[in-house]
């Protein structure tokens, strides 16, 4: 089941195009359209070339895509820079075909260290009443408070999930093995990786390059929280994510939590559990391009 992660939603400008028809252009304009259709004819005759030489099944769909090609060359080329730009997006994250991803985090400045002489930091007890008022919702069912809870959450520059108790429970037991873990998130040239750290009721995220400078004292880019007050009256657990917009956004934070629901909470995931164990037992066979083999094979889910 999936977590379904909630994201604020950016509204995207829109830029208007204005379409000549050939037929009121002058005739100099017209004498380029003219050439710019031969050009397009001899361009989509030498992709046809290609298509035959490297696709097995040209032959196949020869006769539609020839005439395709012969009555319309340009939405010939049109569709296959459809496909091409398809073939290019990423299954998950941002894809070239969506303009220029985000560049890699800068090194952040630590935390404050400890003071000498205290010891580790005591967990950071996160109510559920601190977000919501729990009486108000005790005699709402699991499916109620699920929406009561993502339809709170819209707007706001969090992440948020319902997910059941069972699936809870699967998450902690594997934390309590593998409390710790990198997941990588789409980049401008490549991937970049996140360290996570279960600790207490939340999940922290930090850029692994703050972790390798910083140590304990790298500060975090996401806090997942999961509020357990429902999880024995109502089956269920509400998580919260609140991020650090300066590192990165709602669709990355977004992908780092799936990531974190595929890896901790899907019991059919051997190969997810495999990387688990190699990392946290056998870190010398642990391989960072699996784990974004699998970020390439996404599926949220079953």
């Known amino acids: 089941m999936a977590?379904?992660?909630?994201r604020p939603v950016v509204a995207s400008s829109k830029k208007c195009l204005r379409v000549i028809h050939p037929t009121t252009l002058n005739g100099q304009n017209s004498a380029s359209f003219?050439?710019?259709?031969?050009t397009a004819r001899q361009r989509s005759e030498k992709v046809l070339e290609q298509l035959k030489e490297s696709n097995p099944y040209f032959d196949k769909y020869a006769k539609k895509i020839a005439t395709v090609q012969q009555s319309s060359p340009e939405e010939f080329l049109a569709r296959l820079d459809k496909v091409?730009?398809?073939k290019k997006k990423t299954k998950f994250g941002p894809s070239p075909a969506d303009g220029p991803a985000r560049d890699y985090s800068e090194l952040l400045n630590p935390k404050a260290p400890l003071s000498p002489g205290k010891?580790?930091?005591q967990p950071m007890d996160r109510k559920l009443g601190?977000?919501?008022k729990i009486e108000l919702i005790q005699d709402k069912t699991a499916e109620e408070i699920r929406t009561i809870w993502l339809q709170y959450h819209i707007g706001k520059e969090v992440i948020s999930a319902a997910i059941p108790g069972e699936q809870y429970d699967l998450m902690m037991e594997r934390a309590r093995k593998y409390p710790v873990f990198i997941l990588p998130v789409p980049r401008s040239q490549g991937y970049e990786f996140f360290l996570l750290q279960f600790f207490a009721n939340t999940v922290h995220f930090t850029p692994l390059i703050n972790y390798q400078v910083h140590k304990e004292n790298a500060p975090e880019c996401l806090n997942v929280t999961l509020y357990t007050e429902l999880?024995?009256?109502k089956a269920l657990v509400l998580m919260r994510g609140e991020?650090?917009?300066k590192v990165i956004n709602g669709q990355e934070a977004?992908?780092?939590a799936n990531q974190l629901q595929m890896y901790y909470s899907q019991r059919q995931n051997p190969t997810k559990l495999a990387q688990l164990e190699r990392f946290t037992h056998t870190p010398d066979q642990f391989k960072h391009m699996d784990v974004i083999e699998e970020l390439n094979n996404l599926k949220i889910g079953g």
């Not at 003219?34 to 031969?38: A, D, E």
């Open 3 to 6: 977590l379904n992660w909630f």
């Open 34 to 38: 003219r050439t710019f259709r031969m």
């Open 84 to 86: 091409e730009k398809e």
């Open 119 to 121: 010891g580790p930091p």
């Open 130 to 132: 601190d977000v919501m």
């Open 231 to 233: 999880r024995e009256s």
């Open 243 to 245: 991020y650090d917009p």
């Open 254 to 256: 977004q992908c780092l």
